[in-house]
Structures are given as C-alpha cells and as structure tokens.
C-alpha cells in the first residue's frame, strides 16, 4: 500500500462516488470526527505505521480509555503465527440455541451494553431448511424447541471476501492467518462493507459505546477487542487476541455442548481438521463464491 493520509482517501471517495451519494456516506463521520483528536484523525494506517507510531498509538488508546471510561487496560498488537490459517467448525446437530456464545463474544469483546450488541447471531431455523434468511435470531422461548435446529453465524472470514473489495479506504483486509481485519482508527464508517456481506456479521457503532468500567475486559487487542470508536464498522476476528497466543475463542469456551470446533488448518492432527476429513460439511451461501472458512456440519 503507498503512503497516504485519511484527508486523500476521503478526495478519492468523493471522486468515486456521486456528490449527493458521498455527502450521505459521509454523514456518519461528520458525528464521529468531532470527538476526534487531530493526531487520530490524522494518524496513517495500521499497514503503514512505524513500530514507534504505533507504539505511540497504543499508549494514547490505553490513556483514553482510562480517562473516558475509568478502566486500565492493557492494547496490544498481536501479530500472525507462521504456519498457521485458522479455521472454525460447529455442529448443527449439538447446538441448542442457547445463546452463551453471543454472551460471550459481548464481555469478550467489549461491546456497547446499551445495545446487547455481539459478533454472533443464533438463528433458529425449521428442520430441513438451510436458509438462514428464513432463520429467526429473536426467538424468546426455551430451547431447544420441537422441529427447530439453531445456526449461530459471525464472520466467515471468507478467503474471496466482498467486505475487503468494497471498501473505499482499504481499512478492511485479509491477515495472512485468513482473519479478515479492521483498522478501526482508519474506517470511515460509509458502511460498505456492511452493505456487501452476504451474512450480515459486520455491526456499525451509531452511537460511542457505553460499557460499565467494572465491565470492561482490560486484555485488548490493536485489531480486536479495544473499545471501538462511534462511527466505525466493526467485526468478529475470531478473537485473534487470543486465538494468536494458542487459547480458543471466547465463544467456543462459553459452549455447554461441544458444538464449536477450531484451529489451524494447516496442522493435519487439529481437531478442525479432522472435522472436515471425517465429517459431511457446508458452508453458508456457497454459490457465492465467498470461500468461508466456517463450516457446518451434521453429526450423523
């Protein structure tokens, strides 16, 4: 990527698109930036940072943190593994519905409790059917329920992802550990990528979030789990704060049932590779061509 500020990718945006269609896109940042310093508005992004930039950058997220929320936390920017691609596999046939998953992804990762806000949606789908647009993600009754099977679905990280192409700003990328990432000081909030995702997994922050200092998980992540900005699109990263230093997902820990399966594709004695040698496995969508790296499967 060459060097760039936030001030040329705006021009560039505003030369791609339509006045009035730029002028619209742009309505969420107006709101943001005013709560914005001039060094984050300015700071360049995450690909082209010096280690000292963003040590710098790290230190004024940590203090800001502190002074707007009450809370010491501790970012860091944990970078890939080498030799590893990860991947994530559920049981649709173990799954109860019961949601502890999405409870999790929410403490986990910080999000705005006003709006119960979480990566994950459990959608409660009729037997035999495999569309999840049918699916109801707002059921309130005990599960698991009579002629009912349960899909959580969050990010796929897909390896052909229509969230990365769309964007203006190149804020949105694929690691080389297939975890699709977020620049979440360079996103511009036109909601792009949100609009392109075939699995609805992206969530957009309308307002700053409001999370408890007593509430708030102090071991952060650059690209995951730091208290996210008002007016930026955010994602699952397959809590790559975690998942990059050999500890699971906070969703799969939070399972009562064993549905979740994950690891490195790469290593052929991972359990998530013995689930896709040994198991008849789907994944959401396919005529899309998205390539998912999240996978169903029936245990039968």
């Keep these: ?3 760039t500020t936030r001030r040329v990718a705006l021009k560039v945006l505003g030369a791609t ?36 930039e963003l040590a710098e950058g790290i230190r004024r997220l940590e203090r800001e943190t502190r002074e707007e929320y009450g809370r010491e936390v501790t ?26 998953c999405a409870e999790a992804c929410h403490v986990e990762n910080n999000h705005d409790r006003r709006t119960n806000n979480s990566y994950i949606r459990v959608l409660e789908m009729d037997q035999g059917s495999f569309d999840m647009e ?37 804020a ?8 699709v990432a977020v620049d979440y000081n360079w996103c ?31 071991d952060q992540g650059y690209l995951s789990n730091r208290i996210r900005p008002q007016g930026v699109v955010e994602k699952c990263t397959f809590c790559l704060h975690r998942t990059r230093e050999g500890r699971m997902p ?33 994944v959401l969508k396919e005529e899309l061509g998205t390539r998912p790296r999240f996978f169903y499967f029936f245990d039968v």
């Design 1 to 3: 990527m060459t060097q």
């Design 17 to 52: 698109l339509g006045a009035s269609a730029f002028a619209h896109a742009m309505e969420p940042l107006r709101a943001w930036s005013k709560d914005l310093s001039l060094d984050q508005f300015l700071q360049r992004h995450y690909k082209e940072l010096t280690s000292e």
């Design 75 to 100: 970012i860091r920017d944990i970078r890939p593994q080498e030799g590893v691609q990860f991947g994530y596999a559920l049981s649709l046939s173990v799954c109860i519905g019961c949601r502890k």
């Design 134 to 170: 049918k699916g109801d993600a707002t059921y309130e009754h005990a599960v698991p329920a009579k002629g009912k099977y349960y899909m959580p679905v969050q990010c796929q990280q897909c390896d052909n992802a229509p969230c990365v192409k769309v964007c203006p700003v190149q």
């Design 172 to 179: 949105t990328w694929k690691e080389p550990d297939g975890i």
């Design 188 to 218: 511009i909030g036109c909601r792009y990528c949100e609009a392109a995702c075939p699995y609805h997994a992206r969530r957009f922050n309308w307002t700053k979030p409001e999370v408890p200092a007593g509430e708030i998980n102090p």
């Design 250 to 282: 906070a969703c799969l820990e939070a399972c009562p049932t064993g549905a979740r399966v994950f690891g490195n594709l790469l290593d052929p004695k991972s359990e998530i590779r013995w689930v896709l040698e040994n198991k008849r496995i789907f």
